[in-house]
């Protein structure tokens, strides 16, 4: 064999070799690739939330009932209000630059008459004293105009008569005789816008 004939048998069996070669790596499954198994972790659950607390309206409007829980944080808010020493402890919006409602002249008005003996005097005065303190607390101004007795045992004379009024008023206080004891009362209450007189001697 010549040489010629040897390379040309070397060239061949090399290109074989690589057609086997290739043949076979086109026909291999792949390789398989790797999986990486994580989970996924699973979302938190929501905190859960409180229940928003429902903003607290106050009454502001003249007329307005108060619930006694709210009487305190009215009045620190400026809002007047009476609160009756004979009612449930709820309380009323009061204007306190107009005349009162004709439920609070009226609760005045359950001390009116004159008081025929000391037990009537008595029971008179602790009831304008309530209602007058009642007054005092809500700032509220208002005079009554009530006869003065003079008590000897179990009787009553009426010597006179005074006007007293709540501590919006200045605690305004004229005795004397009914004519002049009402004009002192008008003469303050038109100087002071607000000021409501009740009259208990009629």
Same mark, same amino acid.
């Given at each position: 064999m010549t040489t010629a004939s040897r390379v040309t048998a070397a060239a061949l069996c090399l290109t074989a070799v690589l057609g086997v070669s290739s043949c076979s790596s086109a026909d291999a499954p792949p390789e398989p690739t790797a999986t990486t198994n994580s989970t996924q972790p699973e979302p938190a659950a929501p905190e859960p939330t409180e229940p928003a607390t429902p903003e607290v309206v106050i009454p502001t409007e003249p007329g307005d009932l108060v619930p006694a829980d709210q009487i305190d944080a009215a009045r620190e808010a400026g809002v007047t209000v009476y609160v009756s020493p004979n009612g449930d402890?709820?309380?009323?919006? $009061?204007?306190?630059?107009?005349?009162?409602? /004709?439920?609070?002249i009226a609760e005045v008005?359950?001390? /009116?008459?004159?008081?025929?003996?000391?037990?009537?005097?008595? /029971?008179?005065?602790?009831l304008l004293g309530d209602v007058l303190d009642a007054h005092d607390d809500a700032g509220t101004q $208002?005079?009554?105009?009530?006869?003065?007795?003079?008590?000897?045992?179990? #009787?009553? /004379?009426?010597?006179?008569?005074?006007?007293?009024? #709540? *501590?919006?008023?200045?605690?305004?206080?004229?005795?004397?005789?009914?004519?002049?004891?009402?004009? *002192?009362?008008? *003469?303050?209450?038109?100087?002071?816008?607000?000021?409501?007189? $009740?009259?208990?001697?009629?």
């Amino acid at each position: 064999m010549t040489t010629a004939s040897r390379v040309t048998a070397a060239a061949l069996c090399l290109t074989a070799v690589l057609g086997v070669s290739s043949c076979s790596s086109a026909d291999a499954p792949p390789e398989p690739t790797a999986t990486t198994n994580s989970t996924q972790p699973e979302p938190a659950a929501p905190e859960p939330t409180e229940p928003a607390t429902p903003e607290v309206v106050i009454p502001t409007e003249p007329g307005d009932l108060v619930p006694a829980d709210q009487i305190d944080a009215a009045r620190e808010a400026g809002v007047t209000v009476y609160v009756s020493p004979n009612g449930d402890g709820n309380g009323i919006v $009061v204007d306190p630059d107009a005349t009162l409602p /004709e439920e609070l002249i009226a609760e005045v008005e359950t001390v /009116e008459g004159m008081p025929q003996n000391a037990t009537q005097h008595a /029971e008179h005065l602790g009831l304008l004293g309530d209602v007058l303190d009642a007054h005092d607390d809500a700032g509220t101004q $208002v005079i009554a105009i009530i006869g003065f007795a003079e008590v000897t045992g179990n #009787s009553a /004379e009426i010597t006179g008569y005074v006007a007293v009024g #709540s *501590a919006a008023t200045g605690k305004f206080t004229v005795r004397g005789a009914k004519g002049e004891v009402l004009a *002192a009362a008008q *003469a303050h209450a038109a100087a002071n816008p607000g000021t409501t007189i $009740v009259d208990l001697t009629d």
